[in-house]
């Protein structure tokens, strides 16, 4: 791999979402929807059902959505000994 | 002298058992003898064993009969009045003072009856195996630890714990409680029935401990690797055997079914509860449900918050207890129905209230809470519970990663922008101190939505300074909190909203120094551990309510001074330790209990059997005798009394004879030089005791009269009189065979105006001393045969008292005594010079009180706990 992949900024997310008359944590849980079947082909007739079902279960989007956003980093345990030494190190130790 | 047997069961593994045997030689254990049960192996074992035959004794069984019954064998052939410890070959030792501290916690309180230790794996980082563990009745699958996960050995659980059972990879068994319990179950082949023990001894009132002072490494399953399914399949059978044993009795061990209401991630301090409590309210005999009031994935972390997580009852429950955001009240699912949190706030918000409402108990964790809930209208019952630390994790001895440049350290947590305002802790740090001074903010942004954009948005705020570093999207291990806070110096907890923060009680039990708000739940421990900052009501925007914008200059000169204050390490820990005691979670969950209990008319708890006694085994005295009394209090009298009865005081050339006491002292001077170095080796003297007792002084303590113990037992009956017993008395236990206490006590006045006289000492100091001495001496015999002699009742009526005392060593089973004649004690028990007992200083009503039982020797019947702290 040669490099992170581009990360979105919110903006961007922002505009998306609107473009879909989502908001922007339903846009996230509309990824998971749409993320479950990989191999599928997207197009507008799925996308359409993936919303709709969306629509009709506001609450667990949100709930996924909650969960997304506690990021990785929430359920990835690194050790104290491991971390504390680098960051002592390095200004930056995910880059570093 | 009385001593141990050190049993290891080996069976084949030669290697594993060697480096066991090697290992345990090597630390050449004190008043013991080492015995191998060689379990019917078919390797090298019996003939490489028989290269120790000089140091070890050597039971050969003729085949693989199992753990319990090879362990019965050991136990079998050990001196009969010896204690045992029970050794698996797979254990290395690699402290050599193991025994030693075994044998402190196991003769701490005479109910103490199984002692087992930390043991922990032999990675480099290194796992937590075993620190004492417990059972549940619905899996009936040992857990090792309290919190079932196999964690890194950061020093917790260090101090002895009575737990519900220890593993018996190692388990040192008091002769009394084998007397009491008898050997192992045999009904089980190897597994659980270390477990069974321990619960059979609970019911006899036979306490088991965990000594956290030992940690030994322990390769598991060195004997029964590689065996093709044999171990799972001996486990598998005694697990049966266990269940049919002890389930439903653990079943019928709980009063009622409580619901937890809360989180495992966050907010990160209400499930920093639900890990603290969940587990000690099961433990205490409610049986926890667990049900998250918010999607979550659950946290893993503690075993008995999982387990209450996979538990279904039946609606309604007992009782419901909602720990989280009041707005989730009106979720509570319980026939009793409680909550559990606090406010940012000054007032709460409005719409918690009809939640509130809706409670039968709502409690907060301090004054500024109530008030806050009060405001807001809430009608229903406010109680105040304050949440303690657990210093089995939070202490200052856990090892951190310090900052290798050796700078300050200072630590904030933040988990909400508005609340925690971090910003200004980044402004606040920079004007504070110079580029150059020697100091390092680390500032953890908590996982949770929005938190990366958090953390990258303060590390732009501080780009380019060295001096901070911000860290996002990190979550450390629950039991490694600890870690995390040693690794500062400071906690910082500059926060506008007065919500309870944990991290505050914890960083003050590891010896951190605090800065925080001088406002909601952490302004107190501020005030009173801390730095209290300072702090202006402001509005929260978002909510509209009010909280406090700590003063900028102040947290700036916080900074400053934190960082110029400067502690010993003896400081640190003693702050840390008198802050812990006093802030224990233990003491929450007991209240949290009560409440409960109270609050859904649980059935009350079963009573707990009578704390087991050695006393009640009615074995016979051995013929060793301790004569315990404070200074000028007659002992030297009752001394010479006993001798004249046939009991031995040693050679007559090492009696001491000094001016105060021309008579002589009946003490040996050997056994007055151990006590006086024991006494000076911890820091103090007989004027003034000293409060610790360092290991290395114990065991030079026991080492020197240990010798002496061989020497007098060649004399049965003998004695030791030496007035600084009363202090040490209880170090000598685990040497001595069935021991006899013989009490003396004088008129608390007589003994401070003989001190004052002799030592130039103000009576009250000496009325603390007698005080100091007494209780230690009872609390020290509680349990253990024991008689009681009143000095001025002896000088006032000697032949009737010494008839007395006389008649009570003979009923004790003392024998070759005989009585010295009237004329002969009328001879030696001479009044003394008259002593006033006129008042020199007032008694406090403690004194009294101690006095007044020793009168009605109702102290006789006080267990150890009652004798120190005095309840006649």
């Known amino acids: ?80 000994d491991r971390v504390l030494p680098l960051l002592w190190s390095s200004p930056d130790p995910d880059r570093g | 002298m009385r001593g141990a047997a050190l049993i290891v069961l080996a069976w084949n593994q030669w290697p594993t058992t060697r480096r066991c045997l090697e290992s345990l030689l090597a630390t050449r254990p004190f008043a013991a003898q080492v015995i191998v049960v060689d379990n019917g192996s078919s390797d090298a074992t019996p003939q490489e064993l028989a290269a120790f035959a000089d140091r070890v004794r050597i039971v050969t069984l003729p085949e693989n009969l199992g753990f319990v019954r090879g362990m019965n064998a050991g136990i079998a052939a050990a001196d009969a009045d010896a204690d045992v410890v029970l050794l698996n070959n797979d254990l290395v030792f690699e402290q050599a003072d193991w025994l030693e501290r075994l044998r402190d916690a196991a003769y701490a309180a005479p109910e103490i009856g199984i002692v ?37 050995d950061v020093a917790q659980y260090t101090s002895a714990r009575r737990v519900q059972h220890v ?54 399953h060195g004997s029964t690797q590689d065996d093709g399914g044999f171990r799972q399949r001996l486990w598998a059978a005694s697990r049966a055997t266990f269940m049919a044993r002890w389930q439903d009795k653990l079943r019928a061990g709980y009063r009622g079914e409580v619901l937890w209401q809360g989180t495992t991630r966050a907010p990160a301090a209400h499930a920093h509860l639900a890990r603290l409590l969940v587990r000690r309210l099961d433990a205490r005999g409610l049986r926890m449900s667990f049900a998250a009031v918010a999607a979550e994935v659950a946290d893993a972390q503690d075993y008995r918050l999982a387990l209450a997580a996979r538990r279904r009852t039946a609606p309604p429950v ?81 090892p951190a990663p310090r900052d290798p440049h050796g700078r300050c350290v200072f630590l904030c947590v933040i988990e909400d922008a508005e609340r925690d305002a971090p910003e200004r802790v980044l402004g606040a740090f920079s004007a504070a101190f110079a580029r150059d001074a020697e100091v390092f903010l680390l500032m953890l942004v908590q996982p949770g939505p929005g938190a990366q954009a958090l953390a990258e948005r303060l590390e732009r705020q501080c780009a380019g300074d060295a001096r901070i570093r911000v860290r996002g999207n990190w979550n450390w291990p ?27 009680a914890d960083a003050l039990a590891c010896g951190l120094q605090l800065i925080a708000s001088d406002f909601g739940s952490s302004g107190e421990l501020a005030r009173r551990h801390g730095v209290a900052l300072a702090a202006q009501p402001c509005i ?37 330790r008198t802050f812990a005691h006093s802030h224990s979670i233990e003491a929450s969950a007991d209240r949290l209990v009560q409440r409960i209990g109270e609050l859904a008319a649980l059935a009350p708890a079963a009573p707990a059997p009578t704390p087991h006694r050695p006393i009640d085994l009615q074995r016979s005295a051995s013929g060793q005798v301790l004569v315990l009394g404070m200074h000028r209090s007659g002992t030297s009298c009752v001394a010479g009394l006993l001798a004249r009865m046939g009991v031995h005081v040693g050679p007559q050339r ?162 070759g005594l005989s009585w010295p004649g009237d004329a002969d004690v009328l001879a030696w028990v001479d009044a003394p010079a008259r002593t006033s007992n006129t008042p020199l200083a007032a008694m406090t009503s403690a004194q009294l009180a101690l006095q007044a039982a020793i009168a009605e020797r109702s102290i006789l019947a006080q267990h150890a706990a009652q004798a120190l702290r005095g309840a006649a």
Request: glycine share 8%.
């Open chain 2, 318 to 398: 007992d009782a419901a207890l909602v720990c989280a955001a009041g707005e989730h009240f009106l979720a509570a699912r319980g026939r009793h129905r409680l909550g559990l949190t606090w406010s940012d706030w000054t007032q709460a918000p409005a719409d918690w209230v009809a939640g509130a409402n809706a409670l039968d108990l709502l409690l907060v964790p301090d004054a500024f809470q109530r008030e806050a809930f009060l405001r807001a209208g809430v009608r229903t019952l406010i109680e105040i519970l304050p949440l303690g630390v657990d210093a089995d994790y939070c202490h200052p001895q856990v």
């Open chain 2, 478 to 504: 629950w039991h490694q909190r600890a870690q995390l806070l040693r690794s500062a110096d400071v906690y910082l907890s500059a926060r506008r909203g007065g919500g309870y923060d944990p991290c505050v």
């Open chain 2, 540 to 576: 929260d925007a978002r909510i509209g309510l009010e909280w406090a914008e700590p003063e900028f200059e102040a947290l700036v000169a916080a900074l400053r001074a934190t960082h110029r204050r400067t502690r010993t390490v003896d400081e640190v820990t003693a702050a840390a």
């Open chain 1, 1 to 80: 791999m040669s490099g992170a992949s581009p990360v979105p900024d919110v903006a961007r997310i922002d505009a998306l979402a609107r473009q879909l008359a989502l908001t922007p944590h339903e846009l996230l849980a509309l990824t998971g929807v749409l993320a479950n079947r990989p191999d599928a082909l997207l197009d507008a007739e799925r996308l359409a059902q993936a919303l709709a079902c969306l629509r009709q279960a506001p609450q667990a989007a949100a709930a996924a959505a909650d969960l997304l956003l506690l990021g990785c980093g929430a359920y990835v345990l690194d050790d104290v």
């Open chain 2, 167 to 220: 593993a018996f990879a190692l388990a040192y068994l008091r002769r009394d409680c084998l007397q009491r319990i008898g050997t192992l179950d045999e009904a089980f082949h190897s597994y659980f029935e270390d477990t069974d023990y321990c619960l059979r001894a609970a019911a006899f009132g036979i306490a088991t401990v965990n000594a956290g002072a030992v940690t030994l490494k322990h390769e598991q």
């Open chain 2, 654 to 815: 090492d009696l001491l004879i000094g001016p105060d006491n021309p008579k002589g002292h009946y003490e040996s001077g050997r056994l007055h030089g151990a006590c006086l170095r024991r006494l000076g080796d911890a820091g103090g003297d007989w004027r003034d005791p000293p409060v610790a007792a360092p290991a290395a002084a114990v065991d030079a303590f026991r080492g020197a009269v240990g010798a002496l113990i061989d020497e007098f037992d060649a004399q049965r009956p003998w004695l030791f009189k030496e007035p600084r017993l009363c202090l040490l008395a209880r170090e000598l236990l685990p040497l001595l065979t069935r021991p006899l206490f013989v009490h003396v006590a004088r008129d608390p006045h007589k003994v401070a105006a003989s001190l004052s006289a002799r030592d130039r000492m103000h009576p009250a100091q000496a009325l603390a001393l007698w005080e100091r001495y007494t209780r230690e001496a009872f609390a020290a015999s509680a349990g253990w045969p024991r008689v009681l002699v009143d000095y001025d009742a002896l000088c006032a009526q000697p032949l009737a008292i010494a008839r007395e005392l006389f008649e009570q060593l003979r009923a004790q089973g003392i024998d």
């Open chain 2, 116 to 152: 087992g230790c930390r043991q922990r794996g032999p990675q480099e980082k290194h796992l937590l195996y075993h620190a004492g563990g417990f059972t549940e009745p619905d899996d009936i699958w040992g857990q090792q630890t309290e919190s079932g996960s196999m964690e890194r």
